[in-house]
Protein backbone atom coordinates (compact mmCIF):
# COMPACT_ATOMS: atom_id res chain seq x y z
CA UNK A 1 0.00 0.00 0.00
CA UNK A 2 1.06 3.45 -0.06
CA UNK A 3 1.13 6.00 2.87
CA UNK A 4 2.53 9.60 3.44
CA UNK A 5 3.84 11.53 6.57
CA UNK A 6 4.27 14.86 7.11
CA UNK A 7 4.26 16.84 10.30
CA UNK A 8 0.87 18.41 11.46
CA UNK A 9 2.26 21.37 12.06
CA UNK A 10 5.05 23.55 12.19
CA UNK A 11 6.04 27.30 13.66
CA UNK A 12 8.69 29.41 12.15
CA UNK A 13 9.27 33.15 12.33
CA UNK A 14 9.62 35.60 9.80
CA UNK A 15 12.23 35.77 7.88
CA UNK A 16 13.66 32.81 9.06
CA UNK A 17 14.18 29.50 6.75
CA UNK A 18 11.92 26.50 7.59
CA UNK A 19 11.50 22.62 6.27
CA UNK A 20 8.78 20.64 6.10
CA UNK A 21 9.39 16.71 5.41
CA UNK A 22 7.39 14.60 4.20
CA UNK A 23 8.16 10.77 3.99
CA UNK A 24 6.21 7.72 1.89
CA UNK A 25 5.71 4.87 1.29
CA UNK A 26 4.92 3.24 -1.84
CA UNK A 27 5.00 -0.06 -4.34
CA UNK A 28 5.06 2.31 -7.72
CA UNK A 29 6.31 6.00 -7.91
CA UNK A 30 5.20 9.08 -10.90
CA UNK A 31 6.82 12.18 -8.72
CA UNK A 32 5.81 13.95 -5.84
CA UNK A 33 3.78 17.14 -5.59
CA UNK A 34 3.89 20.22 -3.06
CA UNK A 35 0.80 22.26 -2.78
CA UNK A 36 0.29 25.32 -0.54
CA UNK A 37 -3.34 25.85 0.29
CA UNK A 38 -4.43 29.18 2.90
CA UNK A 39 -7.19 28.34 4.97
CA UNK A 40 -10.73 28.56 3.20
CA UNK A 41 -9.35 28.14 -0.21
CA UNK A 42 -8.20 25.91 -3.02
CA UNK A 43 -4.79 24.16 -3.03
CA UNK A 44 -2.40 25.77 -5.61
CA UNK A 45 0.38 24.07 -7.19
CA UNK A 46 3.93 25.22 -5.86
CA UNK A 47 6.79 22.39 -6.91
CA UNK A 48 7.03 18.61 -8.63
CA UNK A 49 9.73 16.25 -8.40
CA UNK A 50 10.17 13.13 -10.13
CA UNK A 51 13.92 12.68 -10.39
CA UNK A 52 16.23 12.93 -7.16
CA UNK A 53 17.41 16.52 -6.09
CA UNK A 54 16.69 19.87 -5.47
CA UNK A 55 14.11 21.61 -7.51
CA UNK A 56 14.79 25.62 -6.90
CA UNK A 57 11.90 28.19 -7.48
CA UNK A 58 12.51 31.22 -5.96
CA UNK A 59 12.09 31.24 -1.83
CA UNK A 60 10.75 28.07 -2.11
CA UNK A 61 12.54 24.84 -2.78
CA UNK A 62 11.77 21.03 -2.93
CA UNK A 63 14.08 18.33 -2.46
CA UNK A 64 13.02 14.78 -3.52
CA UNK A 65 15.37 11.22 -2.70
CA UNK A 66 13.36 8.13 -3.99
CA UNK A 67 15.79 5.69 -2.54
CA UNK A 68 14.49 7.50 0.72
CA UNK A 69 10.87 7.67 0.42
CA UNK A 70 11.75 11.30 1.35
CA UNK A 71 11.12 14.81 0.48
CA UNK A 72 10.77 18.32 1.77
CA UNK A 73 9.97 21.62 1.12
CA UNK A 74 12.21 24.51 2.01
CA UNK A 75 11.03 28.19 2.68
CA UNK A 76 13.44 30.59 2.31
CA UNK A 77 12.73 34.88 3.90
CA UNK A 78 9.35 33.46 5.30
CA UNK A 79 6.55 36.19 4.92
CA UNK A 80 3.44 36.28 6.72
CA UNK A 81 1.65 35.42 3.99
CA UNK A 82 3.32 31.89 4.20
CA UNK A 83 1.11 30.86 7.01
CA UNK A 84 -0.76 28.10 4.89
CA UNK A 85 -0.98 24.69 5.11
CA UNK A 86 1.64 22.80 2.87
CA UNK A 87 0.11 19.71 0.87
CA UNK A 88 2.91 16.53 -0.08
CA UNK A 89 1.54 14.41 -2.67
CA UNK A 90 2.87 11.62 -4.31
CA UNK A 91 1.18 9.85 -7.96
CA UNK A 92 1.55 6.55 -7.48
CA UNK A 93 1.84 3.81 -10.34
CA UNK A 94 -1.90 4.38 -11.68
CA UNK A 95 -1.39 8.09 -11.88
CA UNK A 96 -3.26 8.90 -8.97
CA UNK A 97 -2.63 11.05 -6.79
CA UNK A 98 -2.11 10.03 -2.85
CA UNK A 99 -2.32 12.93 -0.25
CA UNK A 100 -0.55 13.83 3.05
CA UNK A 101 -2.99 15.58 5.45
CA UNK A 102 -0.42 18.55 5.57
CA UNK A 103 1.54 20.67 7.56
CA UNK A 104 -0.45 23.93 8.95
CA UNK A 105 2.52 26.09 9.21
CA UNK A 106 2.39 29.28 11.13
CA UNK A 107 4.74 32.12 10.91
CA UNK A 108 5.05 34.38 13.94
CA UNK A 109 6.71 38.00 13.64
CA UNK B 1 -2.70 29.25 -17.98
CA UNK B 2 -3.92 26.13 -16.86
CA UNK B 3 -6.97 28.29 -14.72
CA UNK B 4 -9.41 26.30 -13.37
CA UNK B 5 -13.34 28.07 -12.35
CA UNK B 6 -16.01 26.86 -9.89
CA UNK B 7 -19.14 28.01 -9.80
CA UNK B 8 -21.26 28.62 -7.02
CA UNK B 9 -18.26 29.85 -4.57
CA UNK B 10 -21.16 29.64 -1.96
CA UNK B 11 -24.33 27.58 -1.74
CA UNK B 12 -27.02 27.25 0.91
CA UNK B 13 -29.48 24.88 0.79
CA UNK B 14 -32.32 22.82 2.60
CA UNK B 15 -32.23 19.60 3.39
CA UNK B 16 -33.83 17.46 0.70
CA UNK B 17 -32.61 19.61 -2.48
CA UNK B 18 -30.30 19.04 -4.88
CA UNK B 19 -27.23 21.48 -5.71
CA UNK B 20 -25.13 21.90 -8.84
CA UNK B 21 -21.49 22.75 -8.87
CA UNK B 22 -20.25 23.69 -12.34
CA UNK B 23 -15.95 23.05 -12.79
CA UNK B 24 -14.55 24.76 -15.98
CA UNK B 25 -11.04 24.80 -17.53
CA UNK B 26 -10.75 28.57 -18.70
CA UNK B 27 -8.04 28.41 -21.41
CA UNK B 28 -6.79 24.60 -21.96
CA UNK B 29 -8.97 21.56 -22.70
CA UNK B 30 -9.25 18.69 -19.59
CA UNK B 31 -9.96 15.31 -20.82
CA UNK B 32 -9.87 14.56 -16.98
CA UNK B 33 -11.22 16.39 -14.04
CA UNK B 34 -11.47 15.49 -10.44
CA UNK B 35 -13.50 16.04 -7.72
CA UNK B 36 -12.76 16.49 -3.93
CA UNK B 37 -14.19 16.85 -0.90
CA UNK B 38 -12.51 18.61 2.54
CA UNK B 39 -13.74 18.97 5.84
CA UNK B 40 -12.37 21.26 8.34
CA UNK B 41 -9.09 20.79 9.21
CA UNK B 42 -8.60 17.81 7.40
CA UNK B 43 -6.80 16.77 3.75
CA UNK B 44 -8.08 16.46 0.46
CA UNK B 45 -10.39 13.58 -0.56
CA UNK B 46 -10.83 12.25 -3.60
CA UNK B 47 -14.32 11.90 -4.57
CA UNK B 48 -14.16 10.63 -8.33
CA UNK B 49 -12.31 10.89 -11.44
CA UNK B 50 -14.45 12.56 -14.48
CA UNK B 51 -13.26 11.73 -17.77
CA UNK B 52 -14.94 13.50 -20.58
CA UNK B 53 -17.57 11.55 -22.82
CA UNK B 54 -17.59 8.82 -20.01
CA UNK B 55 -18.53 7.65 -16.80
CA UNK B 56 -16.55 9.09 -13.69
CA UNK B 57 -14.82 6.63 -11.82
CA UNK B 58 -15.69 7.02 -7.88
CA UNK B 59 -13.58 6.05 -5.00
CA UNK B 60 -14.54 3.53 -2.66
CA UNK B 61 -17.50 4.52 -0.07
CA UNK B 62 -18.64 7.85 -2.37
CA UNK B 63 -22.19 7.00 -3.26
CA UNK B 64 -22.41 7.02 -7.29
CA UNK B 65 -26.23 7.78 -7.28
CA UNK B 66 -25.86 10.75 -5.10
CA UNK B 67 -23.08 12.38 -6.36
CA UNK B 68 -23.74 12.40 -9.89
CA UNK B 69 -21.18 13.59 -11.95
CA UNK B 70 -21.50 14.91 -15.70
CA UNK B 71 -18.38 15.90 -17.85
CA UNK B 72 -19.77 16.45 -21.02
CA UNK B 73 -17.52 18.74 -22.88
CA UNK B 74 -13.51 19.18 -22.42
CA UNK B 75 -14.34 22.32 -20.71
CA UNK B 76 -16.77 21.66 -18.09
CA UNK B 77 -17.70 19.10 -15.69
CA UNK B 78 -20.65 19.21 -13.04
CA UNK B 79 -21.16 17.88 -9.98
CA UNK B 80 -24.59 17.06 -8.60
CA UNK B 81 -25.49 16.78 -4.87
CA UNK B 82 -28.88 15.09 -4.87
CA UNK B 83 -31.23 15.16 -1.75
CA UNK B 84 -28.65 16.88 -0.06
CA UNK B 85 -28.43 16.73 3.90
CA UNK B 86 -26.47 18.16 6.70
CA UNK B 87 -23.57 15.44 6.60
CA UNK B 88 -22.94 17.16 3.50
CA UNK B 89 -21.78 20.18 4.01
CA UNK B 90 -18.46 20.09 3.41
CA UNK B 91 -15.66 21.89 0.81
CA UNK B 92 -16.15 21.02 -2.41
CA UNK B 93 -13.07 21.45 -4.81
CA UNK B 94 -12.39 20.53 -8.06
CA UNK B 95 -9.01 20.02 -10.17
CA UNK B 96 -8.34 19.39 -13.72
CA UNK B 97 -5.13 18.28 -15.74
CA UNK B 98 -3.41 20.64 -18.30
CA UNK B 99 -1.16 18.06 -20.50
CA UNK B 100 0.11 20.98 -22.14
CA UNK B 101 1.92 22.99 -19.57
CA UNK B 102 2.83 22.53 -16.10
CA UNK B 103 6.02 20.27 -15.52
CA UNK B 104 4.43 17.42 -15.41
CA UNK B 105 1.15 16.45 -17.74
CA UNK B 106 0.06 15.39 -14.53
CA UNK B 107 0.01 18.41 -12.28
CA UNK B 108 -3.29 19.30 -11.21
CA UNK B 109 -4.74 22.98 -11.31
CA UNK B 110 -7.76 22.97 -8.17
CA UNK B 111 -10.72 25.71 -9.07
CA UNK B 112 -11.39 27.83 -5.94
CA UNK B 113 -14.04 25.30 -4.25
CA UNK B 114 -17.46 25.84 -3.25
CA UNK B 115 -18.22 25.85 0.14
CA UNK B 116 -21.75 23.99 1.02
CA UNK B 117 -23.92 24.50 3.71
CA UNK B 118 -27.17 22.25 3.85
CA UNK B 119 -29.85 23.14 7.11
Known amino acids: GQNIDQPTEMTATEGAIVQINCTYQ??????LFWYQQHAGEAPTFLSY??LDGLEEKGRFSSFLSRSKGYSYLLLKELQMKDSASYLC??????????WGAGTKLIIKP | GAVVSQHPSWVICKSGTSVKIECRSL??????MFWYRQFPKQSLMLMAT?????????EQGVEKDKFLINHASLTLSTLTVTSAHPEDSSFYIC???????????????FGPGTRLLVL
Open chain 2, 95 to 109: SARDPTSGPSFETQY
Open chain 2, 27 to 32: DFQATT
Open chain 2, 50 to 58: SNEGSKATY
Open chain 1, 26 to 31: TSGFNG
Open chain 1, 49 to 50: NV
Open chain 1, 89 to 98: ALMDSNYQLI
